[in-house]
């Protein structure tokens, strides 16, 4: 049992070190808000979804 109990460790280090997360929140009861969330939730890759369009974003304005 010690084996999992390092890699949970590693992993947790891992993302400690390595992983950055973003908290974006939607008010359901705000219009666009509830669009927006809508149509993020019909996405089946979330992340992929949100990294494309900032990578969109970036080459528009050259950076």
């Given at each position: 049992?010690?084996?999992k109990a390092d890699k949970k460790a590693?992993?947790?280090q891992y993302a400690k070190d390595n992983v950055v997360?973003?908290?974006i929140p939607f008010n359901k009861q705000v219009p666009e808000d509830a669009r927006m969330l809508e149509h993020l939730n019909k996405k089946s890759n979330v992340t992929r979804y949100i990294k494309d369009?900032?990578?969109e974003d970036m080459t528009k304005?050259?950076?």
């Open positions: 049992m010690k084996d590693y992993d947790i997360r973003k908290f369009l900032i990578s304005t050259g950076k």
